[in-house]
């Protein structure tokens, strides 16, 4: 039987898996190794150190992130300019095993001619010059906003590059349209997950929650939103939880005596908190790429209360409730909050959501798209 090898870039390590992107890449890579392929595993490290979990693949190595101030004044988009790396491509010149490019971030080897004959695939976690764009609109005038919006046009500017890749996993139908209007060999692959089943409890909860990696400023802004927009409008009792509040973050829940902020949770106490909270409250203003904390909350959660952007492009919209003003999601709280979630409740979302995010069947479509 002829084994299955195959290359994947991560842009970060990929575990501990408690922020969006790399829970897709750790599941992902998860569900390839038990779908029986030999996964090479290579990692950029700034910060999360090498994992003893990884020794699962094949083999794993790992890079350091060139973060240094200087790789900020090409051309080349900072994301994927921090992650060139020679001694990547000396490792992936020792075998010809096809590639997986995890984002546009990893996509350097698409412009080395020495890996002109390979078969790179690339992941598309976004459309990433609309959400560096997005990122610079939620930002005052200052440095941040300065190269958000440089890093945006130089992002457009560069993703022409996947006109070399073999083929393109996008995220989202959203995402999917947009690349197959582009570019050759598209294909849907919806975001991979912790979980292949509903694991909500029935019942009800006493509480709301938002939760995110509160470390990204799209997060906290949305925290912010809700503490003073929704939050601070209600009598019961709302968390906020996440990694890395700012000090902002914190001194504004401290003045609500509702508001409870739950700061660096780890895995066991973050699903124990989605499990128990009766509405799980989620929005963003950036309706790009999947939002895989919506996917956590589906999958342990009882009731989902998003905004449209949250959902947009994603076909679940009707397993949540949506709305878009802080008036109408007060009055579906107030609602949610009285109402029992039931067997018959979870065993349509489960329905629903092994149509679309079976971690197993996703791997498949990899593997069958890929030229092995």
């Not at 842009?11 to 501990?16: G, L, N």
């Not at 690339?122 to 958000?148: C, M, P, T």
């Not at 009800?204 to 470390?215: E, I, P």
């Not at 999958?299 to 409730?321: A, E, I």
Request: contains cysteine.
């Amino acid at each position: 039987m002829t084994e299955n090898h195959l290359h994947i870039i991560a842009f970060d390590v990929p575990y501990p898996a408690n922020y969006g992107g790399v829970i897709d890449v750790f599941y992902r890579v998860k569900a390839l190794i038990e779908a029986g392929v030999k996964v090479h595993l290579h990692c950029f490290e700034y910060g999360r150190g090498e994992q003893e979990i990884l020794k699962r693949c094949y083999d794993v190595k790992y890079y350091k992130r060139d973060t240094f101030f200087a790789k900020q004044l090409s051309l080349t988009p900072y994301i994927v300019n921090s992650r060139q790396s020679e001694a990547l491509v000396q490792d992936l010149l020792k075998d010809d095993y096809p590639i997986l490019c995890e984002g546009l971030h990893t996509t350097a080897v698409l412009n080395d001619k020495r890996l002109k004959s390979r078969k790179i695939y690339v992941r598309a976690h976004n459309i990433e010059h609309d959400y560096y764009q997005a990122l610079a609109d939620s930002e005052k005038w200052g440095k941040k906003k300065w190269f958000y919006l440089a890093e945006a046009w130089k992002l457009r500017r560069y993703e022409p590059v996947l006109c070399k890749a073999a083929g393109i996993f996008a995220i989202s139908q959203k995402d999917a349209d947009y690349f197959a209007r582009r570019y050759e060999n598209v294909i849907l692959v919806p975001g991979f997950n912790a979980t292949d089943s509903v694991c909500s409890e029935t019942g009800r909860g006493d509480y709301v929650l938002y939760h995110g990696n509160l470390s990204v400023r799209e997060n906290e802004e949305a925290a912010k939103w809700l503490i003073d927009n929704v939050f601070s409008e209600l009598d019961g009792h709302c968390i906020v939880a996440g990694l890395n509040p700012s000090e902002k973050l914190l001194k504004l829940a401290e003045r609500h005596s509702n508001v409870t902020l739950v700061a660096n949770p780890d895995d066991a106490e973050m699903i124990d908190l989605l499990r128990q909270a009766q509405v799980n409250i989620l929005v963003t203003n950036q309706p790009t790429g999947l939002k895989l904390k919506l996917l956590n909350a589906l999958y342990n959660g009882r009731f989902c209360l998003v905004n449209g952007d949250m959902v947009r492009g994603t076909s679940l919209d009707d397993l949540c409730v949506v709305a878009d003003e802080p008036e109408q999601m007060i009055a579906e709280i107030k609602r949610l909050m009285d109402e029992d979630f039931t067997e018959d409740d979870i065993e349509e979302r489960d329905l629903a959501m092994r149509q679309l995010y079976d971690n197993e069947s996703n791997a498949w479509k990899i593997i069958k798209a890929i030229s092995f």
